[in-house]
Nanobody, 114 residues
Framework: VQLQASGGGLVQAGGSLRLSCVAS????????MGWYRQAPGKERELVAAINSGGSTNYANSVKGRFTISRIYAKNAVYLQMNSLKPEDTAVYYC?????????WGQGTLVTVSS
């Protein structure tokens, strides 16, 4: 199983970015997919997650600004990030949870300048 994340970059405060994560292997259809982030000197935290039924949950800090979605036909999950703030700067990771196993993708760096 591999998770390939992309879409990070440098953006000014108030701007937008869209992260993508494509899953290989036969897990996507019934996995809960999530985006996590880790800022320098901080612990990794959940940003948003979406289960196989389409239910979502978000960290309070991103509610109303970020939207997670998934396209089954593409084995892909997305994170649309709007109204970005400098405090959103972090390495963002894609994660798949299926049963008792969790799979991580490589991180993609998001830098928001003030």
């Amino acid at each position: 199983v591999q998770l390939q994340a992309s879409g990070g970059g440098l953006v000014q405060a108030g701007g937008s970015l869209r992260l993508s994560c494509v899953a290989s292997g036969n897990i996507f259809s019934d996995a809960t997919m999530g985006w996590y982030r880790q800022a320098p000197g901080k612990e990794r935290e959940l940003v948003a997650a979406i289960n196989s039924g389409g239910s979502t949950n978000y960290a309070n800090s991103v509610k109303g600004r970020f939207t997670i979605s998934r396209i089954y036909a593409k084995n892909a999950v997305y994170l649309q990030m709007n109204s970005l703030k400098p405090e959103d700067t972090a390495v963002y990771y894609c994660r798949a949870d299926r049963g008792y196993r969790a799979y991580w993708g490589q991180g993609t760096l998001v830098t928001v300048s003030s």
